[in-house]
Antibody, heavy 121, light 107 residues
Framework: QVQLVQSGAEVKKPGASVKVSCKASGYTFTSYGISWVRQAPGQGLEWMGWISAYNGNTNYAQKLQGRVTMTTDTSTSTAYMELRSLRSDDTAVYYC??????????????WGQGTLVTVSS | DIQMTQSPSSVSASVGDRVTITCRAS??????LAWYQQKPGKAPKLLIYAASSLQSGVPSRFSGSGSGTDFTLTISSLQPEDFATYYC?????????FGGGTKVEIK
């Protein structure tokens, strides 16, 4: 069965960087893209960006441009999201999600369990 | 960017009630609309894709409708496990955007 397993919680100081991993299994990794979505405490869902696991093409949310980098390692079926110059308002749970194909309307059909990133001095 | 507006932001309902949540897009998105359910401390779960298609394994009491700019998620007979927050999301274009969420609470 399809699974996305994310790395563990992180605590970072303002100005630092964090890199979250998302290991996929149960499907052909390069056949689907991965999106990253975050959720600040008590808030809604915020789309951060998308990466094609096929060719590495990316599309980032404008507000994060210059601070976020999404990559994949096809040899290990793992996606990564790095966020730099962390601020307190980056404190959130970060999710990876598989972007389904046209047969599921390009919706996010499988999600990782989430990774809490806390930014605090 | 396409803005997604959900209403209401919260609804109180009883088991067995019919619940309807609406989602409006700031511009036409054809049928590229998904609905998710999220319970506290859990990742969102896909319920409906392409506006009206039920994801595999999702109970048939959930249904979606609409196209263009106006969409609806309906729970025909609310069950105890349905108390959660629901989000719509447009899959028409980048950047992907979500509605603000609708919390379904016990009356």
């Amino acid at each position: 069965q399809v699974q996305l397993v994310q790395s563990g919680a992180e605590v970072k100081k303002p100005g630092a960087s964090v890199k979250v991993s998302c290991k996929a299994s149960g499907y052909t990794f390069t056949s689907y893209g991965i999106s990253w979505v975050r959720q600040a405490p008590g808030q809604g869902l915020e789309w951060m960006g998308w990466i094609s696991a096929y060719n590495g093409n990316t599309n980032y949310a404008q507000k994060l441009q210059g601070r976020v980098t999404m990559t994949t390692d096809t040899s290990t079926s793992t996606a990564y999201m790095e966020l730099r110059s962390l601020r307190s308002d980056d404190t959130a749970v970060y999710y990876c999600a598989r972007r389904g194909g046209i047969l599921t309307g390009y919706a996010f059909d499988y999600w990782g369990q989430g990774t809490l990133v806390t930014v605090s001095s | 960017d396409i803005q997604m507006t959900q209403s209401p932001s919260s609804v109180s309902a009883s088991v067995g009630d019919r619940v309807t949540i609406t989602c409006r897009a700031s511009q036409g998105i054809s049928s590229w609309l998904a609905w998710y359910q999220q319970k506290p401390g859990k990742a969102p779960k896909l319920l409906i894709y392409a506006a009206s298609s039920l994801q595999s394994g999702v109970p048939s009491r959930f249904s979606g409708s609409g196209s263009g700019t106006d969409f609806t998620l309906t729970i025909s007979s609310l069950q105890p496990e349905d108390f959660a927050t629901y989000y719509c999301q447009q899959a028409n274009s980048f950047p992907r955007t979500f509605g603000g969420g609708t919390k379904v609470e016990i009356k």
